[in-house]
């Protein structure tokens, strides 16, 4: 068996991401690859397809190419390389930076670890463009997206209610697109100003929520010839989740020794937890919980929405996990108790998501190591946060 870098060879086709996911499965079950990909002499795949595309989806560096039975380990496959940043922390472009600069913090809370179950905070606001979450899948759709077409001076465009519009504004930049965010009428301001410093047009309008948009930028689309690059459906926004966000938790709870029992965080898009969730049934091999915040009936919380509106990787990925209402009153209690006892500022879906988990403590079950994702800082939403509830 060799180790062949995986950007080397050459596939004859693409495949999608449910045609390999069984297979991408059974990778984080066994945690190493059984088989060979064949190759040819000039490294056109002629056997392991499959296997190509999964490696392909999980962000590996290497692939074991051969005949027959191969044997390599996740970590003869480079599989944690791509979230383990150089130490020095120096960057040659802002890019480079929401690409290499993982993983983001875990930071253990003293405001919501109790008894044997230890809370750890993962700060999405580290990405540095959007200062959330949303960085991970605009930059791995962009870039895969200028992988395969010139996007030079094309128009990406997409509903979002911030944070994922200023992360499209800045990725694009720099592939010399064009941003166009669609915003529903409850936006955050500092969603339009942003993107629009970043170079995207933006376009306000009286949608409820950011889905209902999707048929006006499907004819926007046809009508203009833009590239909508659709965070809600584009399975890259999972996938962007699998081989960062999982992984990187994956890797900081081994190399700190956690013994993770489960993950809470809020639902919009449902792709950073839907991936989480994914990752660790098959990772490991211990009961793992995943519990999901979304906003309770006639309340918004910014950047999340109720399962009912439709979220595909929650339908049809997503297994064994509990969604918990939380009213916003609720998230910024939440909010302002991390505030007060560890002295940093989580934005109110992070809050949601851990009013999600202290009401499913007996869903958890047992103690241990709990991972809350918080996508973005509290520094946005001062005057949600500032106001008496
Ligand atoms: N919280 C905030 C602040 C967000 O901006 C978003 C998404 O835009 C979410 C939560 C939900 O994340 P996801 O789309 O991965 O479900």
Redo the contacts with the bound molecule.
């Keep these: 068996m060799k180790l062949a870098a995986l950007t080397s060879l050459k596939p004859p086709l693409e495949m999608s991401l449910m045609e390999v996911l069984d297979v991408i499965g059974s990778i984080l079950e066994k945690g190493y690859v059984g088989e060979c990909i064949e190759v040819d002499s000039k490294l056109n795949i002629v056997r392991g397809l499959e296997l190509y595309w999964a490696l392909e989806k999980l962000g590996v560096k290497y692939a074991p190419v051969g005949y027959g039975v191969c044997r390599a380990s996740l970590e003869d496959l480079g599989f944690y390389d791509n979230v383990i940043g150089p130490q020095h922390r120096v960057y040659y472009s802002s890019l480079e930076l929401a690409v290499k600069g993982l993983p983001t913090p875990m930071v253990k809370l003293r405001s919501f670890s109790a008894g044997d179950l230890r809370v750890w905070a993962k700060l999405e606001w580290f990405n540095p463009f959007s200062l ?3 960085d991970r ?1 605009a930059v791995h759709i962009v870039s895969s997206i200028a992988r395969k077409a010139d996007i030079e001076g094309k128009i990406l465009a997409d509903a ?5 519009g200023i992360a499209l504004a800045a990725t694009a930049l720099h592939y010399g697109a064009k941003a166009r965010v669609y915003l529903p009428k409850r936006a955050g301001e500092h969603g339009r100003l942003v993107a629009e410093l970043m170079g995207a047009e933006t376009v306000k309008t009286e949608a409820e929520l950011t889905v209902e948009l999707l048929s006006r930028i499907y004819s926007d689309t046809k009508r203009e010839g833009l590239i909508h690059v659709n ?1 809600f459906m584009n399975d890259l ?1 999972f996938e962007a ?1 699998l081989r960062t966000t999982s992984k990187e938790i994956d890797y900081q709870a081994r190399a700190a020794g956690l013994k993770l029992v489960g993950a809470a965080g ?8 839907s991936a989480i969730n994914f990752y660790f049934r098959k990772r490991l091999k211990g009961p793992f919980k995943t519990i999901m915040a979304q906003p309770a009936p006639g309340e918004h919380i ?3 929405r109720r399962s009912e509106t439709g979220m595909i990787w929650l339908a049809m990925i997503a297994e064994d996990f509990k969604i918990v209402d939380v009213t916003l009153g609720e998230a910024v209690e939440a909010v302002r108790r991390v505030a007060k006892d560890d002295g940093i500022l989580i ?1 109110p ?1 992070g809050g949601a998501a851990l009013v999600a988990l202290s009401k499913s403590i007996d869903f958890i079950g047992e103690g241990g190591d709990v991972v809350v994702i918080v ?2 800082t509290g520094f946005k939403y001062l005057d949600l946060i500032g106001k008496k509830s």
């Design positions: 959330s979450i949303k899948p979002s209610s911030a944070n994922f965070q926004n989740h809020p639902i919009g898009t449902s792709g950073h937890m910014p950047g999340t934005g879906s996508p973005d």
